[in-house]
């Protein structure tokens, strides 16, 4: 396994810590949102070897993305957006877009009214949201260095 260095462990333990104390607040009556909403709808689109992920955001909301597994490539078509990773703090403002490595995880505050799209393979033309996500997002960090050992 690739060595991981001290701010990418430290990043990645802040992000699993967020993550606990976003479920616990929810059960507090905080809101939590997970996945497709009226607050962050997703819109799904098929071509062939391809999936597009397009999600809005409001201005003053907070996403804790997924960890991809792969790399991919990410479009920001209206808005601005602030975008923390392991590497630190990245501004966007639309229109761009970043290739986004595999095994990152980020959290995303939309400074405006944001509408960004994920760009994925799809080698299986698969439609099927469920399918495509167990190929295509890893759980948790764990699970993406050991599918990434299993791809050596």
């Not at 996945?35 to 999600?55: I, N, Q």
Request: hydrophobic share 35%; net charge negative; proline share 2%.
């Amino acid at each position: 396994m690739d060595k991981l260095s001290k701010s990418t462990i430290d990043f990645r333990k802040s992000v699993v810590d967020l993550e606990h104390e976003l479920k616990d607040q929810a059960k507090n009556n905080i809101e939590l949102v997970v996945g497709d909403s009226d607050k962050f709808p997703l819109k799904h689109t098929f071509a062939h070897g391809v999936y597009v992920r397009e999600m809005k955001m409001e201005k003053d909301t907070f996403v804790l993305g997924k960890i991809h597994q792969h790399d991919h490539v990410w479009f920001l078509l209206t808005g601005h957006l602030l975008v923390e990773t392991e590497n630190g703090i990245e501004e966007y403002i639309a229109p761009c877009y970043v290739k986004a490595s595999g095994g990152t995880q980020r959290l995303i505050r939309a400074l405006k009214h944001s509408i960004f799209v994920n760009v994925h393979t799809n080698p299986d033309n698969s439609e099927n949201i469920e399918e495509l996500e167990s190929q295509i997002i890893a759980k948790n960090y764990l699970e993406y260095e050991k599918n990434k050992q299993l791809k050596l």
